[in-house]
């Protein structure tokens, strides 16, 4: 595959600008999309097993449809925007992600509550792969790193603020304000797109989402990510579950902790695959992610949990901002869209299933056990990295 710069080592010349008008633009679309799919991600479950009748199977029902419905347009939305252009499918995933967010408020059956998720989803999948190629092409290459490790950052402030003021809203305000505000979070930030690139970040020969899957450039860091990403999901899925009752505070502290980190070090990672390269990261930010679930596992001292799920979240932020530069720097522009679907499937499709595998293998091991072997998983991942840390290795030498 063609690339327009050298993906491993970059010179430390003059430093294009990074915040640009058509990057702060993007921000507003990254702020607008991301409250609004936190402000109910928790709020839905609830409203839809608040209905008198119904069990406490409807909340999953709820997510699960949600994320179905994310992968499933993530693994559309290179065919979409090859032919509308990216940012003809950032606003209408926008507007998909708001504009059903108030029908909430007409119905509560059912029907209605999960055609919603199913939408929302889809929209936000669009929001997610078409924002993702174009803040690519909004970045200078020689910046790639930090700028994407900037979006991670400003991403990341609404999933921290969104997921508990929804809640906030929901038991204090009712539903209808938190339905309200986050159809207007994503509808108004509808307004910014006009201001990005049109169809020209979309032109070119198309790489197809499979096609990209099976080539070593972009699949072994896929792999990798989506390896990390089953830690991510059974880190804030069964951490509430695996610590001795009585230690909430505990469990707070470590679900605060590891995105913290994450972000931080994400921060970290991107400025320094701008000066040395990318795939040097991935080997240690394994190593470290391992590390934190090792860790993790000591679920009978509090502390350690919560040290653990920091380390965890070093290693996690590390591996974000490594894997995505490594992959955008792989192809021309016009390989963004395959990138960002096959970034956001392994994060989604990984947190999925490490969620669900881990709550099987925990009923057979206990918690503790479950954790050392989801470490071990984590460093099976060394086997996609090495090739990559050995190429990053031959070119410093070079």
């Known amino acids: 595959m063609a690339s327009s710069v050298d993906p491993e080592h970059r010179t430390r010349g003059a430093r294009p600008p990074l915040v640009t008008r058509p990057l702060l633009l993007r921000l507003v679309t990254v702020v607008g999309s991301s409250a609004s799919f936190y402000l109910l991600l928790s709020v839905v479950p609830a409203y839809?097993?608040?209905?008198?009748?119904?069990?406490?199977?409807?909340?999953?029902?709820?997510?699960?449809?949600?994320?179905?419905?994310?992968?499933?347009?993530?693994?559309?939305?290179?065919?979409?925007?090859?032919?509308?252009?990216?940012?003809?499918?950032?606003?209408?995933?926008?507007?998909?992600?708001?504009?059903?967010?108030?029908?909430?408020?007409?119905?509560r059956s059912m029907a209605c509550i999960l055609a919603v998720c199913l939408v929302r989803g889809l929209g936000f999948a669009f929001t997610l792969v078409a924002g993702g190629a174009l803040t690519a092409s909004l970045i200078p290459p020689e910046r790639r790193g930090e700028g994407l490790a900037l979006i991670g950052v400003v991403a990341g402030v609404p999933s921290l603020v969104g997921l508990p003021l929804g809640t906030w809203l929901a038991a204090h305000s009712g539903y209808g304000p938190v339905w309200t505000v986050a159809a207007s979070a994503a509808l108004v930030a509808v307004a910014a797109v006009p201001g990005l690139p049109g169809?020209?970040?979309?032109?070119?020969?198309?790489?197809g989402l499979f096609a990209g899957a099976r080539t070593g450039a972009l699949g072994r860091p896929t792999a990798v990510f989506a390896v990390t990403a089953v830690g991510a999901g059974i880190v804030v899925t069964f951490l509430p579950l695996a610590v001795a009752p009585g230690h909430s505070g505990a469990i707070a502290a470590a679900l605060f902790a590891q995105p913290a980190a994450a972000t931080a070090f994400r921060w970290f990672a991107g400025r320094r695959a701008d000066r040395r390269g990318a795939?040097?990261?991935?080997?240690?930010?394994?190593?470290?992610?391992?590390?934190?679930?090792?860790?993790?596992?000591?679920?009978?001292?509090?502390?350690?949990?919560?040290?653990?799920?920091a380390v965890f979240g070093a290693g996690f932020g590390i591996i974000q901002s490594a894997t995505i530069t490594l992959m955008y720097s792989r192809v021309p522009a016009s390989g963004y869209g395959t990138v960002s679907a096959l970034w956001n499937v392994g994060y989604d499709a990984g947190m999925g299933c490490g969620a669900v595998g881990f709550g099987a293998l925990a009923g057979l091991?206990?918690?503790p056990w479950a954790f050392v072997l989801t470490a071990f998983l984590t460093l099976a991942a060394l086997v996609p990295a090495w090739p990559d840390r050995t190429a990053a290795d031959a070119s410093a030498r070079a």
């Open 199 to 207: 169809r020209d970040a979309a032109q070119g020969p198309q790489l």
């Open 279 to 309: 795939a040097g990261l991935l080997v240690p930010g394994l190593v470290v992610c391992a590390a934190g679930l090792l860790v993790v596992a000591l679920t009978c001292l509090p502390t350690a949990v919560v040290a653990g799920a």
């Open 365 to 367: 091991t206990g918690y």
């Open 48 to 107: 839809a097993q608040s209905v008198p009748g119904r069990g406490s199977d409807v909340a999953g029902l709820v997510t699960g449809a949600l994320m179905l419905a994310t992968v499933a347009g993530e693994l559309m939305a290179p065919w979409l925007a090859a032919r509308c252009g990216h940012r003809v499918l950032l606003g209408a995933g926008l507007v998909l992600l708001g504009a059903p967010a108030a029908a909430l408020s007409m119905s």
